[in-house]
């Protein structure tokens, strides 16, 4: 599968941005689909997974600011972001696993999207 995200840019400190991960060669159906985000010298942090079933799981640090969606039909996965503080800024990338326990893991999946930027200030 190959992943295209897009929807990045700069928003001021409590705007929002809503990101987008387009699928194609597979149906996103089948996958794990998880939004990382990484900034310089630090490690690729989990932010929000949405599993086959369409179960989400949010890092502790985005809860209740942070939504995972996904449209099947769209072959697109969603990440929207409210409330955005300067700590989210950073390199954001979509990803996809068949199936992994833990879905906020970087090291579990396997297909990686090129990223885009987002900046908060």
């Known amino acids: 599968v190959q992943l295209v995200e897009s929807g990045g840019g700069s928003v001021q400190l409590g705007g929002s941005l809503t990101l987008s991960c387009v699928a194609s060669g597979d149906t996103i159906g089948r996958y794990c689909m998880g939004w990382f985000r990484q900034i310089p010298d630090r490690e690729r942090e989990g932010v929000a997974a949405i599993d086959s079933d369409g179960v989400s799981t949010y890092a502790d640090s985005v809860k209740g600011r942070f939504t995972i969606s996904k449209d099947n039909a769209k072959n697109t996965v969603y990440l929207q972001m409210s409330s955005l503080k300067l700590e989210d800024t950073g390199m954001y990338y979509c990803?996809?696993?068949?199936?992994?326990?833990?879905?906020?893991?970087?090291?579990?999946?396997?297909?990686w999207g090129q990223g885009t930027q987002v900046t908060v200030s």
């Open positions: 990803a996809a696993v068949w199936w992994t326990t833990d879905t906020l893991r970087s090291e579990n999946y396997k297909w």
